[in-house]
């Protein structure tokens, strides 16, 4: 498995509409850990797809980023418990 970071820049005035692309990341799994950061666990080579099935969701002006987070990580005030951000790692390649 691997660890993908899904981030995204939307704009602040229609941020009412983006209700489908949050339906999406929760079901992938998604966890939020910043506030326009998700972690989500999906098979390795999947960042296209994962970026596929987000873009539809979001508006022309808006931007999108899909990466693989590999386990040497660091952080500091996530929106979720380190031992929750340590748990998600485990998916993390080396």
């Known amino acids: 498995m691997a660890l993908y970071l899904v981030s995204y820049d939307i704009n602040e005035k229609n ?3 983006y209700e489908g692309l949050w339906a999406e990341l929760k079901s992938l799994g ?3 850990v910043l506030y326009s950061e998700y ?10 797809k994962l970026y596929d099935s987000l873009t ?5 002006n808006d931007r999108l ?5 590999l ?3 660091h952080w500091d005030k996530l929106l979720i ?14």
């Open 15 to 17: 941020k009412d509409e």
């Open 30 to 32: 998604a966890t939020k």
């Open 39 to 48: 972690l989500v666990v999906r098979p390795v080579g999947e960042s296209e």
């Open 56 to 60: 539809y969701e979001i508006k022309t």
């Open 65 to 69: 980023l899909v990466q693989e987070v």
């Open 71 to 73: 386990a040497d990580a």
């Open 81 to 94: 418990s380190d031992d929750e951000m340590r748990n998600l790692l485990k998916s993390a390649r080396r």
